[in-house]
């Protein structure tokens, strides 16, 4: 079964501009979740996709936002990139009960100058 | 508010020392927590997931263990490699369980 893919893997970005990054769950796989991990402060929860709907969301601000495609696919969208966002940005997917094991892609690592 | 804190921040052992993780987490109606492995600039690889109801779980060389009452999981590393040099992370839900808090790891270092 394959993993979690994300794309791309590596971006360099100007402040101001936006970008998409993509995840693909494990197939079967509904709950789709974003997280941004920077060396200060480590992995903090983005938001949560699932069967197409965001059930819920972290404390970031409203330039981060998402979508899930209804083969579970999504997409997270940062805008008007501040040098802040550099950071590498995790999907994991699970089941549909929260309490299954979290599965990790490899990550996006977002670079913002 | 659920926290997760991991101690050491670091560790440097010689090879084939046995080695405890320890993670703690304040809500202990924590339904699971999870341990991960994560090396330089790459994704979190899941190593094992407690559920509340177990006390321990073992996947070769990894037990781990969780401690609701006491609101402490440990990671034991038997006869440890320099191929176990990664960070390590623990994770638990948060109170509504709606998303998974991270403590900050520990990196270890194991050397030949």
Redesign the interface.
Known sequence: KAGVTQTPRYLIKTRGQQVTLSCSPISGHRSVSWYQQTPGQGLQFLFEYFSETQRNKGNFPGRFSGRQFSNSRSEMNVSTLELGDSALYLCASTGEQYSYEQYFGPGTRLTVT | KQEVTQIPAALSVPEGENLVLNCSFTDSAI??L?W?RQDP??????LL?I?SSQREQTSGRLNASLDKSSGRSTLYIAASQPGDSATY?C?G??Q??????????TTLSVSS
């Open positions: 339904y699971n999870q991960f600039g790459k994704g979190l690889t899941s997931l559920q992370l994770a839900p948060n509504a369980g709606t998303a998974l808090i991270f403590g900050k790891g």
